[in-house]
C-alpha cells in the first residue's frame, strides 16, 4: 500500500480527533481563559487557588490514588494466576480468560454503580443479609469507602487488561532460566515477571488514575453528594451554575495533572527502554 | 572408567496424544561431554528439559549423584542450562546477569564481584560488565549465558542447541571455545543438537536420537564409521545406503555386484543394508571398477568435488578431489574396509524412523 493510500485511510480517524477531541479542547482553553464579557481573564488561577476546589482536587487525588493502589493489588496476582492458567489451557481459551474481564464492561457503568448503590445501602443486600446473620451492619455509603469502592469496580478491567498482556508476552525463557538459575517462585515474580511486565502496570496506573480522577458519576451515586470531588465541582459549575468560563477554567487545572501523570508513566516507559538498549555507560 | 553423574531410567513422556519419549534409558559419566544428535521432534530439548527439571516424565526417575531427583523443581537442581535463544534478562545489565544466581544463594559481594570477573575473563569478555544483553551480537550473549550458568559452579551443564542461531564462522570458534571451557571446568556436559558436525567434532559421547528412541550411542568415531542403522548413517553425514544381500562371511551382492567387505556374522544369503560414505568410493577406469556408471553431476564444493554417479539404476554421491567430466564413463571401486554393512530395520519403529526422513 502506498503512502497517500494509508493517508486517505487514516482520514476518518483524522476528522474524528479533530472534532471531537483537539476542537473541544481548545474550546475549553478559550472559555477558560476568557470572562464573560469576552476579555482575558485570570479564571484559571482563581480556580486553582479557591480552598473548596483545592480540597475537592486533594480529596480527588487521594481517592485516586488509592484506588489505583487497590486495582494493582488485585489484578496483579490476577493477571499472574490467569497468565498461569491461559499458559497451560492453551492458546486457544486465553480468549475465554480475557472474555472474563471484558464482560462487566459490557454493561453501561451507570447501571453498575446504581448497582453498588443498592448492594451497599443501609437496607441493602448486604445489610440484610448482615441483619438476618446476627452481625452489626455495614455502614459505608455515602461515605469515602463507597466511592473508592465504586472506583476500583469500575476501573479493575483497565488495570488488568495490560497487566495481563504484558505478562502473557514475558518469554517463557525468562522465567525457566531464573528457575534454573536457583530462583523459587517468589523470588522469579520479583525479579524477573514484575520487571518484565513495567510497561503493563504503567499503562493500567494510567487507565485508572485518570478516568478516577475526573469521574463525577461514582461520587454522585454512592456519595450521596455529601463529597464533591473535583469533577462533581466541574460538573456544577456548567448544569446548575451554567458558569462555562469557570467550569472551563477548573477544568484546565484538572487537565495540568492528568497531563503531569502522563509525562509521568511517559518518561518512566522511556527510561526503560532507554535503559534496555543503553551501551557500557554506568547507571 | 568415570563414576555415572546422571542417569535416566526408563522415561517416558508424552504430550497430549503425542508420545515423546517412550521407557528411555540413558545414562552420562561424570566429566563427560555427551551429545544428544537427532532432528528436530526427537525428543532430545524434552530429555534436556526434563533433567532441568522444566517438565517432569509421566514416569521413571531421573537420579543425580544415585539420588533421585525426578521431583525436585529446577532452583534446587545443581546443573545450569544455557537456552538455545540465550534468555539473558534484558532488564538487567551483564554483571547483573552473571550475578543473580549468587545473589539468590546470598553470596557475599567480594565473592560476586571476584566471580563475575573470572566468568567475563572466560568467555574473554572483560568489560563488558556494564553493558545490556541487547548491545551484544549473538555470539557475545551466547557466552554471557554461559558466563551466568557456570559462576553457579553445577555439577553438569545443559546446552540447548547454543550454537543454532549463530552463522558458520563463529559457530566453529564457539565450538573450540567450548571444548576448551569443558576441559578448563571440568565438569560434564549434556549438549543438545541437531547439527551433526557440532556432535562429531565435540563430544566424548553421541547419542543419536530419532522419535523418542536411541538409534545409536557411541563415540563420534564409532557413529560415523560404523552406523548401525540406515537412519543414523543417513543423519550422521552424506550417505550412499544401498539395499544388498550378505551372501556368506566378507562378501555383499549389491545391485547384483559381488563386493568384498571385511564384516562377518549376518548370515548366509541374508538382506542388508550397505552404508558407503561418499569420500569412500573410488573412481576408476571403467575396466578397474567392480561395476561401471555414467557421470551426471559435478559440484565443485571447495576442498573436494561432490559428483552424482548413475550405475545400475542407483544414485551414488561421490566425493573426491579429482573430479571427472558429465557423462563420462567411469569405475566404481571400494575398498572392503570402507563398507559397512547393517541388519535391515526389524521393529516398525525403526522402520518408521527410516522413512520419516
Known sequence: MNKSKTTLLAAPYAVWSAGFVVIPLFIILFYGLTSE??????????????????????????????????????????????????????????????????????????IRTIAWQNILERTGVINRFLNFAGLPELNIINKPPAIILGMVY????????????????????????AK?????????????????????????????????????????????????????????????????????????????????????SELSERKDLSENSKGGIEL | MAERLVELQNICKSFGNTQVLDDLNLYIRENEFLTLLGPSGCGKTTILRILGGFESPDSGHVMFHNKDITNLPPHSRELNTVFQKYALFPHMTIAENIAFGLKIKKKSESYIKDKISYALKLVNLDGFENRYPDSLSGGQQQRIAIARAIVNEPKMLLLDEPLGALDLKLRQDMQ???????????????????????????????????????????????????????FVADFIGDSNIIPGIMIHDKLVKILDANFDCVDTGFGENKPVDVVIRPEDVDLV????????????????????????????????????????????????????FNIQIMHKPESEDEKAAVIDL
Not at chain 1, 480540597?55 to 488485585?74: D, E, G, P, Q
Not at chain 1, 469521574?215 to 464533591?228: A, E, M, N, Q, R
Not at chain 2, 543438537?193 to 553421541?206: F, N, P
Open chain 2, 285 to 336: 577406469e571403467p575396466e578397474k571398477g567392480i561395476i561401471t556408471g555414467t557421470v551426471t553431476d559435478v559440484l565443485f564444493k571447495g576442498v573436494h568435488y561432490e559428483m552424482c554417479v548413475m550405475a545400475r539404476d542407483f544414485e551414488w554421491i561421490v566425493q573426491s578431489t579429482d573430479s571427472f567430466p558429465v557423462d563420462s564413463k567411469v569405475g566404481i571401486w571400494v575398498d572392503p
Open chain 2, 176 to 230: 573450540y571455545e567450548l571444548i576448551r571451557l569443558k576441559n578448563e571446568l571440568g565438569i560434564t556436559f549434556l549438549y543438545v543438537t541437531h547439527d551433526q558436525e557440532e556432535a562429531l567434532t565435540m563430544s566424548d559421547t553421541i547419542v543419536v536420537m530419532n522419535q523418542g528412541y536411541i538409534q545409536q550411542i557411541g563415540t563420534p568415531k564409532d557413529i560415523y564409521d560404523e552406523p548401525q542403522n540406515a
Open chain 1, 37 to 110: 464579557n469576552g476579555g482575558l481573564s485570570t479564571g484559571i488561577l482563581q480556580a486553582a487557588a479557591d480552598p473548596i476546589n483545592q480540597k475537592a482536587l486533594a480529596l480527588s487525588i487521594v481517592f485516586s490514588l488509592i484506588a489505583t493502589l487497590i486495582c494493582l493489588l488485585i489484578a496483579y496476582p490476577l493477571s499472574l494466576v490467569l497468565s498461569a492458567l491461559s499458559g497451560k489451557a492453551g492458546r486457544e481459551n486465553t480468549t475465554f480468560f480475557t472474555m472474563l474481564f471484558i464482560l462487566p464492561m459490557w454493561i453501561n457503568s451507570l
Open chain 1, 180 to 264: 534454573d538459575l536457583g530462583a523459587n517462585n517468589i523470588q522469579t515474580i520479583f525479579k524477573v515477571t514484575l520487571p518484565l511486565s513495567l510497561p503493563g502496570i504503567i499503562a493500567g496506573i494510567t487507565m485508572v488514575f485518570v478516568p478516577s480522577l475526573t469521574t463525577f458519576v461514582i461520587s454522585d451515586i454512592l456519595g450521596g453528594g455529601k463529597i464533591l470531588l473535583v469533577g462533581n465541582i466541574v460538573e456544577q459549575l456548567f448544569t446548575l451554575d451554567n458558569d462555562w468560563h469557570a467550569g472551563s477554567a477548573l477544568s484546565c487545572v484538572l487537565m495540568v495533572f492528568i497531563i503531569i501523570n502522563i509525562l509521568i
Open chain 1, 154 to 177: 469500575d476501573f479493575l478491567p483497565f488495570m488488568i487488561l495490560p497487566i495481563y498482556n504484558s505478562i502473557l508476552k514475558i518469554n517463557k525463557d525468562y522465567i525457566d532460566a
